[in-house]
Structures are given as structure tokens and as C-alpha cells.
């Protein structure tokens, strides 16, 4: 039984020796190929493996530039990640959306639905935004932190973190009834202040 083992090895042996001298023969033509084919255009081996189209002038390429399709890459991952940052809002605000319809048919009002965001802890910025997204006008989200009980510094300093300029804010504190000379002082507060 022994010599069969033997007699097996040794023909394994004989192909995988076969087939790396084939490789080895095989790789040596196509950098015969490659060297005449480089030869022929006038550039070195090495620059014709880093583009078969176009060959750079120097030899301080980075790898971003020898590397073909990477620019693509980073572009198309960036749209997915645009594209998921889109599903997931919408998705967050579906989700408000379908909260504020359950809560308006049990009953509540937007003051209450405002109180109740208050008590979970939820920051002026974050109630203000959602009453945007949920449909309502920017007078009707600052009449709601007004009712309860928010002064007119808290929202002026909520219409600055926004990013209004100041022809918005003062355009809807004129629209909220809100005192003119309170809102020139906050301003040269806000001025001094950043």
C-alpha cells in the first residue's frame, strides 16, 4: 500500500512543478510584451502600469492620481451618504408627523403638545424646528413657545441661532406684536456679545 502513497506524491509533485513552470514561462512572455509595448511608445514598464491611457510627466504622482476611478469612488459616497441623510430625515419626520396627527386626535392642543416637548427636556431650538417641519409657519412656532411663558430674549436668540439675518427676525417680531425697542436692544446684545 505504501509504494501506491509514493507513486501518488510523486505525479502531484510532477504537475504542481508542471504548472508553476507554465506560470512562471507565461509571466515572463507578458513582461516581454509589456517591455516591447513600452519600448514602442517611448515610456518606462513602471509608467505603463500605472495608466495604459495617459502618462504623467513626472514621476511624483500620488495615489490618487494613479489609481483610476478613485475621485469616482469618493463622489458616489458621497451621494450615498447625502441620499441616506435625506432618507433618514424624512423618515424623522415622518415619524413627527405621525406622533403630532396621534396626539391631535387624543386631543391636545399645540400649547399642550408644546408644554409636553418642554417637559421631556427638549430645547427651544429643537421645539422651534420641529413646529417648522410639521407644516407650521415661523409666527406660528414663535406664538407657541410665547404661550408658554418664553420671553422675547429666548425667542430672539432662537431666531439667531436659526441664521436669520436681521430684516427676518424683525419682520416677524413686528408679525408676533412684539416690543420694537426690546428687540434694538437685543440686538446690540447679540453684537456685543459675538
Known amino acids: 500500500m505504501r509504494p501506491i502513497y509514493v507513486l501518488l506524491l510523486a505525479v502531484c509533485i510532477a504537475i504542481a512543478s508542471c504548472d508553476a513552470v507554465s506560470a512562471f514561462v507565461t509571466e515572463q512572455e507578458g513582461a516581454t510584451a509589456q517591455r516591447a509595448a513600452a519600448e514602442y511608445r517611448g515610456t518606462s514598464g513602471k509608467r505603463l502600469l500605472r495608466s495604459d491611457d495617459a502618462a504623467t ?19 458616489a459616497a458621497k451621494k450615498g451618504k447625502s441620499k441616506m441623510i435625506d432618507m433618514h430625515t424624512k423618515l424623522k419626520d415622518q415619524s413627527l408627523l405621525g406622533t403630532f396627527q396621534l396626539m391631535k386626535k387624543g386631543g391636545f392642543s399645540d400649547e399642550a403638545i408644546t408644554s409636553a416637548w418642554l417637559t421631556r427636556g427638549k430645547s427651544l431650538d429643537d421645539i422651534f424646528d420641529r413646529w417648522i417641519r410639521l407644516g407650521k409657519s415661523e409666527r406660528q412656532a414663535a406664538n407657541n413657545l410665547l404661550k408658554q411663558n418664553k420671553t422675547p430674549d429666548d425667542l430672539y436668540s432662537v431666531f439667531a ?3 436669520m439675518n436681521s430684516e427676518q427676525i424683525q419682520t416677524l417680531w413686528r408679525s408676533l406684536k412684539l416690543d420694537e425697542d426690546k428687540l434694538i436692544a437685543l440686538q446690540k ?6
Request: hydrophobic letters at 35%.
Open 57 to 75: 510627466v513626472d514621476d511624483d504622482v500620488n495615489e490618487e492620481e494613479r489609481l483610476f476611478g478613485v475621485s469616482k469612488l469618493t463622489e
Open 161 to 163: 441661532q436659526r441664521g
Open 189 to 194: 446684545k447679540f453684537v456685543l456679545v459675538n
